[in-house]
């Protein structure tokens, strides 16, 4: 049997030796490592610039939908404003009054011998500004109170009888002034004159007086 002599076991003992040496292994897993952190680090900045760009993207958004927001809210102010205004137009004309009412009532209640020989009408806004106040339920908006005054002037032709009482107490009567005038003390007399001839009659003596007839107030805001 022929005898098999390995003359190159020691070099290749010695090339095991230091294949399975630790360093060596060591070295190759730090590389391995090395590559693997710088890998998982350039994945880490990519990840970072897609965050950054969505993050810029959401921000965008966010502003066209602030610039969007914004623009609705200040057209619901303006609508809200509107209707307000469309409210109070609404109730003043529901509440106004209609003067060609007032002068057919006055037609109907100046009978002879009383002449009316001027009507004035005053009218006019008593202005409340806001109140602007931290505190809850102080604040208050801005509002207006209308207050209406009917100046009459007229003769009365038979100022013996006072006739004028009898006129005023016609105009409280009458169903239009009932409707508009205060509740109390809404017709006075705010004066009278001496015993006047007329000049085209001289025979005829009459007494000028003046009489207000104070409407109920109207509240606006």
């Not at 958004?61 to 404003?81: C, I, N, P, Y």
């Not at 008593?126 to 005054?149: D, F, M, P, Y």
Request: aromatic share 10%; glycine share 4%.
């Amino acid at each position: 049997m022929p005898i098999r002599i390995n003359l190159l076991a020691e070099e290749q003992y010695l090339a095991e030796v230091r294949r399975r040496d630790p360093v060596k292994r060591a070295a190759y897993l730090g590389g391995f490592l090395a590559v693997l952190a710088l890998g998982w680090w350039g994945w880490l900045l990519f990840a970072k610039g897609a965050a950054n760009r969505a993050l810029e993207g959401h921000k965008a958004s966010f502003t066209k939908l602030e610039k969007t927001a914004k623009e609705v809210a200040d057209h619901q102010k303006r609508a809200a404003e509107i209707e307000r205004n469309i409210h109070a137009l609404h109730r003043m004309v529901t509440n106004r009054v209609l003067w060609s009412g007032c002068l057919n009532a006055l037609q109907q209640v100046a009978q002879e011998p009383i002449q009316l020989t001027r009507i004035r009408v005053e009218q006019g806004y008593n202005v409340q500004a806001a109140v602007v106040s931290r505190e809850r339920g102080k604040s208050k908006l801005a509002s207006s109170t209308e207050v209406i005054r009917l100046v009459v002037t007229a003769r009365d032709y038979g100022s013996a009888d006072q006739n004028y009482i009898k006129f005023k107490e016609r105009v409280e009567a009458h169903p239009w002034f009932k409707q508009y005038l205060a509740k109390e003390n809404a017709v006075t007399f705010k004066g009278f004159s001496n015993p006047t001839p007329d000049k085209d009659d001289p025979n005829r003596v009459f007494v000028t007086f003046t009489m207000e007839c104070a409407f109920t107030e109207q509240f606006r805001n």
